[in-house]
């Protein structure tokens, strides 16, 4: 009797997708995508991608062949845009994370093609990013009703301020209306990403979000040090010549700080500060599960990361850096909010003290060595004005409430911004939330920007102290990290993780006021339609040790679901709406 032969198991074939790799199939589908917006659970195909790169490959070359520079901007400009937006309507999820990506880069990618095309003062590749952000703002209103969204504090709160924006357009004293209305890419657009990551990131996009970003700062960290160490490159140098960019300079003209590609160095640092704190929570889950080379590999990220602060010249990058790793680590251990704010201070205490036993007098004050002493000396006095520019920033809050009682709405959306300087106005910023904020709309804007900073700090606390999962922590990490700059809509790629983070944080604090992001079976048939709040419900499980840093939502991270002025360290003329200019 022969035996049977053993049959392989026939493995279940994935649903197939409807083809959407180019012509009518593609039309179709982004047009059904725009009619009934969805959040697809899959990740799109290569073949799914062909549409957007085509055309944005398509605009490009042809704006390279034609002789009017300006209008090969504005064509380039165009074919990014519909790419951008046809491929966040059909894929918000990878959208959200290109488009975060695209604010990164944009300062570089603009100095790169105006190698070879006019460089004008009104630059239309600065719309890319704000049509990016309208189409999932879209996604995110149209899956998810606006009343549900507004059943907690944080949401109404950031609804409140963008409806005074708003209001704020119609304001008299803004120098014109298209002023005015240009205000509103740097007040309005980053505070869109609060919907976006409560409807379209979610719990399942969080984490791999973070991963992405620590790896861009990485990424920029490399850069910039390469411009500090080696010299910036032919486009870069060619736009210091045309442009000019006085808060760059450290003790002269001939010492230059980096600013990889971003507008500004504050941005640059910011984002290097940013890469330190997510490579130290990626490698602490690393270590938790005796993954040991992928933890060397991002601690040679975070040290990549730090190297970047030290030599960026940017004492505030440097000071909440420390402070963020602190605050982050306490609330990984489930300290109480009293105890932290205490251990806190002692930290800056004891940061001031060691950077004040370095003897700076023998660093040279010219080239590396001069930010290096810069960045040390203002740390260890901060209340010395030969060393610091903390007294001056207080000086321009203290003339911001002395404006506001002038104009107790303040003077529009167009102040404090680069808007206001194109239309023959001043920018007279105040180099930090609450001032810009005091400026712009008087005390009813600084009234929300306090409350706005007071709930989202403890409901960041709150839900990394019970959570203690890498997107908990990481949340909580960025808001520290950018303290005073939640507001800075120049700075494209740092101010729209914070309004990110919040929306995320908002929707685990409040897990019943949580959206439900729906998906559309004739656009994801792979889908199981299951209601985003339902997983993230499951997925917040408890955790028995004290060093969540891994938890269960970490994990996920590795499964198919996962996861004018730099102030207060240059001029006035570096401020985060002066630094829009140096793209």
Request: proline share 7%; glycine share 10%; net charge positive.
């Amino acid at each position: 009797m022969t035996a049977p032969t053993p049959t392989r198991p026939v493995r279940p074939r994935r649903a197939p997708r409807p083809s959407a790799s180019a012509g009518t199939n593609s039309i179709a589908t982004t047009v059904r995508a725009i009619r009934h917006p969805a959040v697809p659970s899959a990740p799109p195909r290569i073949r799914e991608c062909v549409p957007s790169l085509v055309v944005a490959l398509g605009a490009l070359m042809l704006s390279v062949v034609l002789p009017d520079g300006a209008a090969g901007r504005a064509l380039l400009a165009l074919g990014l845009a519909l790419a951008l937006a046809g491929f966040n309507v059909r894929f918000p999820r990878q959208g959200a994370t290109l488009t975060l990506m695209w604010l990164a880069t944009v300062g570089g990618f603009r100095r790169l093609v105006s190698t070879f095309q006019a460089d004008p003062g009104s630059d239309p590749l600065l719309l890319v990013g704000p049509v990016g952000v309208i189409v999932l703002t879209y996604v995110s209103l149209r899956t998810s009703p606006l009343p549900r969204w507004l059943r907690d504090m944080l949401a109404a709160l950031v609804a409140s301020f963008s409806v005074l924006t708003l209001v704020g357009v119609l304001n008299p004293n803004n120098p014109t209306l298209v002023a005015a209305v240009q205000g509103l890419l740097f007040w309005l657009m980053p505070l869109l990403w609060f919907w976006v990551a409560r409807a379209v990131i979610g719990s399942e996009g969080w984490t791999p979000l973070l991963r992405w970003i620590a790896q861009v700062c990485t990424l920029a960290s490399v850069y910039g040090l390469l411009q500090a160490f080696l010299g910036f490159p032919p486009w870069d140098e060619r736009w210091l010549t045309a442009r000019g960019y006085r808060a760059l300079e450290v003790n002269g003209p001939d010492t230059l700080r980096s600013f990889s590609f971003f507008p500004s160095a504050a941005e640059h640092a910011l984002a290097a500060s940013i890469g330190i704190v997510l490579c130290a929570l990626f490698a602490a889950r690393a270590v938790k599960r005796r993954s040991w080379v992928l933890a060397g590999l991002w601690i040679v990220e975070a040290g990549i990361g730090l190297t970047a602060v030290t030599f960026s010249s940017v004492r505030t990058a440097f000071v909440l850096t420390a402070l963020a790793l602190s605050v982050v680590f306490m609330a990984s251990r489930g300290w109480r909010l009293g105890r932290i704010l205490l251990v806190g201070l002692a930290s800056l205490v004891l940061l001031v003290a060691v950077a004040g036993r370095v003897d700076v007098t023998k660093m040279s004050d010219r080239g590396l060595s001069g930010m290096v002493r810069r960045t040390v000396n203002g740390v260890a006095h901060p209340f010395d004005n030969q060393a610091s520019t903390l007294g001056a920033h207080l000086n321009l809050t203290r003339r911001a409430f002395g404006q506001a009682v002038e104009h107790p709405f303040g003077k529009g959306t167009a102040t404090a911004t680069i808007a206001a300087d194109k239309a023959g106005g001043t920018n007279d910023g105040g180099e930090n939330d609450l001032a810009n904020a005091l400026l712009a709309f008087g005390f009813p804007g600084a009234i929300l920007v306090i409350q706005t900073i007071i709930v989202g700090l403890v409901s960041a606390f709150w839900v990394g102290r019970r959570d203690r999962t890498l997107g908990a922590l990481g949340a909580l990490g960025l808001l520290v990290l950018e303290l005073r700059f939640w507001w800075a809509g120049a700075h494209y790629f740092a101010a729209p993780l914070v309004w990110a983070a919040l929306g995320w944080v908002s929707t685990q604090a409040h897990p019943r006021a949580d959206v439900t992001i729906t998906t559309d079976p004739a656009i994801d048939p792979a889908s199981s339609g299951e209601p985003a709040a339902m997983a993230d419900r499951a997925d917040r499980t408890e955790v028995p040790d004290a060093d969540r840093a891994d938890g269960p939502d970490a994990d996920r991270a590795d499964g198919p679901d996962a996861d004018r002025t730099d102030a207060p360290d240059a001029d006035r003329t570096e401020g985060p709406d002066t630094a829009a200019v140096v793209g």
